[in-house]
């Protein structure tokens, strides 16, 4: 069974850092892409980040591009997003996916929530 | 960036009822397109991918279709268990983006 847990969530002041965990279990984690995506309370959903097979390829959107670094360490099979300069617009539940590039998101975690707030 | 605008944004059926939301999308995506359900306070699960691919364990009264750049979620009898919010996604390229959802209640 695939299985997604992420941690690392909780209240950060703007302009500080955090870290966000995604602990992989159920499938073979290097085969794999892997993906953030993001939901502000109440709002859609909007991907974050997304992290090739070797780590050698990183996407991100305008929104974060420059502050949100995600990476993984295939060997403990765990995703990472490293978030920098947060603004209170980063407040949202985020999600680790396991992504099928040019098919869909197909695995979700249970989402940790961010918010930033002085 | 392509923009994905889903229709309607929030929408009333009874039991049983044919439901279909629609997604339209700005430009060619193929069929590059994936529906997800997101049930109150639970995660997204994926229900149809590659436009009118069924994922794993889903029931077989969802289904999607497209029509040139437009595609469709169809739920062929409404169950309880199927409200929730409905999300169109197109994976043809970065960055990947997201309908704005439609809303699901029972009548």
């Known amino acids: 069974e695939v299985q997604l847990v992420e941690s690392g969530g909780g209240l950060v002041q703007p302009g500080r850092s955090l870290k966000l965990s995604c602990a992989a279990s159920?499938?073979?984690?290097?085969?794999?892409?892997m993906a953030w995506v993001r939901q502000a309370p109440k709002k859609g959903l909007e991907w974050v980040a997304t992290?090739?097979?070797?780590?050698?390829?990183?996407y991100y959107p305008d929104s974060v591009k420059g502050r949100f670094t995600i990476s993984r360490d295939n060997a403990k099979s765990s995703l990472y997003l490293q978030m920098n300069s947060l603004k209170s617009e980063d407040t949202a539940t985020y999600y680790c996916?396991?992504?099928?590039?040019?098919?869909?998101?197909?695995?979700w975690g249970q989402g940790v929530m961010v918010t930033v707030s002085s | 960036d392509i923009q994905m605008t889903q229709s309607p944004a929030s929408l009333s059926a009874s039991l049983e009822e044919i439901v279909t939301i629609t997604c339209q999308a700005s430009q060619d995506i193929g069929n590059w397109l994936a529906w997800y359900q997101q049930k109150p306070g639970k995660s997204p699960q994926l229900l149809i991918y590659?436009?009118?691919s069924l994922a794993d364990g889903v029931p077989s009264r969802f289904s999607g279709s497209r029509s040139g750049t437009q595609y469709s979620l169809k739920i062929s009898r409404l169950q309880v268990e199927d409200i929730g919010i409905y999300y169109c996604?197109?994976?043809?390229?970065?960055?990947?983006?997201f309908g704005g959802g439609t809303k699901l209640e029972l009548k």
């Open positions: 996604q197109q994976a043809s390229s970065a960055p990947w983006t």
């Open positions: 996916a396991r992504q099928r590039l040019w098919v869909s998101f197909d695995y």
């Open positions: 159920g499938f073979t984690f290097s085969n794999y892409y």
């Open positions: 590659g436009a009118t």
């Open positions: 992290i090739s097979t070797s780590g050698s390829r990183t």
